[in-house]
Nanobody, 127 residues
Framework: QVQLVESGGGLVQAGGSLRLSCTAS????????MGWFRQATGKEREFVTSITWDPSRTDYRYYADHAKGRFTISRDNAKNTVYLQMNSLRPEDTAVYYC?????????????????WGQGTQVTVSS
C-alpha cells in the first residue's frame, strides 16, 4: 500500500508563493495518478490539480479553474515525490491541502477516484 506524506505548508502573505511536497512510500508514483485537493474550514474538499502519464511517459496535467495560471503540479519519480508550486496566493487559497493517489485512468477531478490520501498540510494566506 502506498503512504503519502505532505510537507511545505505554512503562513504566507497574499501574492506570495509556497511549494508543497508529497512523498510516497510503499509504491512508486509511476503506477499512480496523483492529485492535490484542498478543504477550507466549513467547505467541501475540492479539486486543485492532478498529474498522470501514459506508457510513453507523456505527462498530463489537469487544473481547476482557480488554479490555472498560478499553480503548477510536477513530479520527480527518482524521489517518488509530487510537488505543487503555488504562486500569486490569495486569502481564499487558505485551506488544508491534501495529496492523493489513484488509478492512472478515471475521473481525476473527483475525490472518489483516489484510493490513498495524505494527512494534509495547512496553507494560510494573510491579506
Amino acid at each position: 500500500q502506498v503512504q503519502l506524506v505532505e510537507s511545505g505548508g505554512g503562513l504566507v502573505q497574499a501574492g506570495g508563493s509556497l511549494r508543497l511536497s508529497c512523498t510516497a512510500s510503499g509504491r512508486t508514483l509511476s503506477s499512480s495518478a496523483m492529485g492535490w485537493f484542498r478543504q477550507a474550514t466549513g467547505k467541501e474538499r475540492e479539486f486543485v490539480t492532478s498529474i498522470t502519464w501514459d506508457p510513453s511517459r507523456t505527462d498530463y496535467r489537469y487544473y481547476a479553474d482557480h488554479a490555472k495560471g498560478r499553480f503548477t503540479i510536477s513530479r520527480d519519480n527518482a524521489k517518488n515525490t509530487v510537488y505543487l508550486q503555488m504562486n500569486s496566493l490569495r486569502p481564499e487559497d487558505t485551506a488544508v491541502y491534501y495529496c492523493a493517489a489513484g488509478p492512472r485512468s478515471g475521473n481525476y477531478y473527483s475525490a472518489a477516484h483516489y484510493e490513498r490520501w495524505g494527512q494534509g498540510t495547512q496553507v494560510t494566506v494573510s491579506s
